[in-house]
């Protein structure tokens, strides 16, 4: 088996929200997105704060039809920032107690 490379998903409602902002002209808060979307405030605040493991399927079908609807032209890919890093580099931030390797030369 290959080795598994590491990947960090986050959301990326902070910059959707922007966007949706520029494009509208108008402010909006989470809880104006939440009521709008028919979700909960928390939901969309635990979201936007990329505090949650997990996404509802549902959950996001509701914010792509929300932007859509307000004028941005989104794919699902849109709503998610997938940054990638090499195992070692996950090793070492993982392992950061560990003795440094000596060489015997």
């Known amino acids: 088996m290959p080795p598994r490379r590491g990947f960090e998903i986050t959301l990326n409602l902070q910059d959707l929200k ?12 989470w809880t104006d997105i ?3 979307a028919h ?3 928390r939901t969309v605040i635990n ?3 990329n505090e949650t ?3 509802d399927l549902g959950t996001l079908e509701r914010l792509l039809e929300y932007f859509t609807f ?3 032209n989104l794919t699902i890919a ?10 070692s580099e996950r090793r070492h931030r993982q392992r950061r107690t560990d003795k440094p390797t000596t060489s015997n030369e």
């Open 70 to 72: 307000k004028g941005l």
């Open 34 to 36: 939440a009521l709008d």
């Open 78 to 87: 849109d709503f998610f920032i997938v940054e990638s890093a090499e195992p």
């Open 53 to 55: 493991k997990r996404v």
């Open 47 to 49: 979201l936007a704060n």
């Open 18 to 29: 922007k966007r949706l902002e520029q494009v509208t002209g108008e402010e909006f808060s």
């Open 39 to 41: 979700l909960h405030h």
